[in-house]
């Protein structure tokens, strides 16, 4: 009968810990900035979490959890990040902004090339007066139905330059640290649930 408590309180020792390592993960999950391991860490919890189901009994409910949170969610997080090869900008303001002097040497342009060097993306940058027409005041509409991820135009009143996005691109939070030195710059982002009206 000993040995059968010891047992349990072994389980019981074995479950808090893994709830300690649960909470630190999650921790580490929100402070990680690397792609790859937030990956990691996102599969690592949900088979932590499949060993807590174990202990609790309940192995059909673990064995679920390991196929969907282990495989198949970080697959498709994996895909979607491969996916992003390029960083598509729409220059609606067309001045020297992007381009200065016929080549690629305005302040945005230097901006938006060490942003799209630190996540080893293609900076693609146009100004198809066609897109530029059909984006006005439209713009969320446009980023929507296009493949554009950025839309820079300027305020002809107080010359800010305004970079405009989806607020679900992962990408938009750095450029708008990155921006937050340049007074003439602002970054507004769009909410999902605002496209389309």
Do not use: W
Request: glycine content about 4%.
């Amino acid at each position: 009968m000993v040995n059968y408590i010891t047992d349990l309180s072994l389980i019981d020792y074995t479950a808090y810990a893994l709830q300690f390592l649960l909470i630190f993960i999650a921790v580490a999950i929100v402070v990680h900035k690397n792609n790859g391991t937030i990956i990691i860490l996102i599969a690592s919890f949900s088979l932590v979490t499949a060993s807590l189901y174990v202990i609790n009994n309940a192995p059909d409910v673990a064995i679920a959890e390991v196929a969907i949170g282990s495989a198949i969610i970080p697959l498709i997080y994996v895909i979607s990040i491969s996916r992003q090869r390029e960083f598509i900008v729409l220059d609606k303001a067309m001045d020297d902004f992007i381009i200065s002097d016929n080549q690629f040497t305005g302040i945005g342009y230097i901006l938006l090339k060490r942003f799209s060097d630190f996540y080893h993306l293609e900076l693609n940058i146009t100004n198809d007066p066609l897109l530029c027409r059909l984006g006005e005041g439209k713009d969320q509409i446009l980023c929507e139905q296009t493949n554009v991820d950025l839309i820079v135009s300027k305020d002809p009143a107080s010359g800010e330059y305004i970079l405009k996005g989806k607020a679900s691109n992962i990408l938009m939070n750095k450029l708008e640290q990155m921006t937050k030195d340049y007074d003439n710059i602002r970054v507004i982002k769009f909410k999902d649930r605002d496209f389309g009206e």
